[in-house]
């Protein structure tokens, strides 16, 4: 089926979703933007809503086809191995597609698949397991999915609730599973331990935890107090930010709101001043302003918290790549010394900054964060596959006759080629839609989805791909992440879907609800902002 054929998304998608698609480098894949634009142009004085109407049905097809292939197959599993069809549990066997799916579900109105996981939620034991349980990925995976389904099938999407019965387990389950967690912070300084073992109730004996896993809680645990009139649970994650809002030693804050990685459990004291916006460090930042979404009245100092840590960004951490210096990419650091390279993870930093620019009424913030998207839609750009690397470097001091021409045409090298299906760039995307307007971005987003459904889709579902700059994307890895249904496909979706009081505020509109970092939308509890 040739490329052209997508933009009779509405009754071709089912046909094109069995085949791969062209790469980026073939005149058919380019023939798609230049389609779509041609066709926005000419509709309705440039507006798109038939365009928008057919791409994300054309989505919400691809999140049916991996929700049937991983539910028909892993049931009660954590996740689908696409290319073998085999099920593994590396998230406690309870399940964690299912519930990471469930926000996506309801946004794209999937009564029955809502329905099925609702069913299914309900007969999860949260008190045992025989893995090794991340504090940190948990809460954001299982917690989150669950307390977002709530606030969506309580609120606007009440309708797509057959059983008032199984909404109500949703709020039961996430208290079931918190309590079973609470364990976690039974430390001398309140600040948890991450690697658990249900069965004797200890941790792995680790005397350090990271940045982002201490502050990568309080948005969830915070939320279920409010939710159940229960202040224990927003209680023990608050204890433990305390030390991360008010960091010792000071030397361990090289920039103004800047820390390093990793704390002392029993003294709450920072042991390095290495950080940044990469992996390990990027989602305490990512909720120092969420935080203030959710609830404005209560949590300022957050807000002033992530208003210094981004001055110091700006100031400290813009790097522009000598090759290309129109792009913009942060640097991360080791005390004071600047470390040229990123992640794919890191590309949610742009939306981060657009979404704190547009609640504080910074325009400074909005076009830093702009020039941010404007980097990481570089990373999909250049490659290959039309996909971006899991890791990469502007660092000149690494170029050499093997990555000299790429990096003298696209401003980086690639230093680790994979693609874990991450939703990182896509979600910076669909901030800088919603808070400018701007059709552009929806064409990135879409441009970016194709991608992925042309290189990663493999039997029942999608695999992360060996190498985004090789032919086909390398190989497959046969492995399906959870977040694949939580955040690539919701925000492919949102990105085209119609305004709703669950998307990201717009137009001068108040934020009703807040993305957590996984992608699953929270209801503000303070004046929305």
Known sequence: MRLSSLLQLSTAASVVYGHRLPFPGNPEYQSLALGDRALRARQNGGTNSTMEQQRAAAVKDAFTFA???????????????????????????????????????????????????????????????????????????????????????????????????????????????????????????????????????????????????????????????????????GDLVQKAETYLLNPLPGFNEPFPGLVGTNVNISNGVFLDATGGWNGGDDSFYEYLIKMYVYDSSRYSNYSDRWVMAADSTIKYLTSNPASRPDLTFLASYVDTTFVNSSEHLTCFDGGNFLLGGSVLGRQDYVDFGLALVNGCHDLYNSTLTGIGPETFSWNTTGVDSTNEAFYNANGFYITEPLYDLRPEVIESFYYAYRITGNTMYQDWAWEAFVAINATTRVGQGFSEISDVNAANGGSFDNVQESFLFAEVMKYSYLIHAPDSVFQVAGNGSTNQFVFNTEAHPLKVVGPPV
């Open 67 to 233: 929700w049937n292939g991983y539910f028909t197959t892993c049931k009660g599993q954590d996740e689908l191995e696409p290319v073998t069809n085999t099920c593994t549990n590396p998230r406690n066997n309870w399940g964690a597609s299912a519930v990471d799916a469930l926000s996506t579900a309801l946004v794209m109105e999937s009564q029955p698949i809502v329905n099925d996981i609702l069913d299914y939620i309900a007969t999860i034991d949260y008190t045992t397991t025989a893995t090794e349980v991340s504090l940190f990925e948990t809460t954001i995976r299982y917690m989150a999915g669950m307390l977002s389904g709530y606030d969506l099938l309580k609120g606007p999407l009440s309708s797509l609730g057959m059983n008032a019965s199984a909404v109500d387990t949703l709020l039961t389950q996430s208290k079931s599973l918190a309590d079973s967690l609470s364990f976690a912070f039974n430390t001398s300084t309140g600040i948890p331990s991450n690697s658990l073992n249900f069965t004797n109730q200890t941790d792995d004996g680790s005397t350090t935890n990271g940045l982002a896993d201490i502050g990568t809680l309080c948005l969830e645990w915070q939320h279920l107090s409010d939710l159940t009139g229960d202040p224990s649970y």
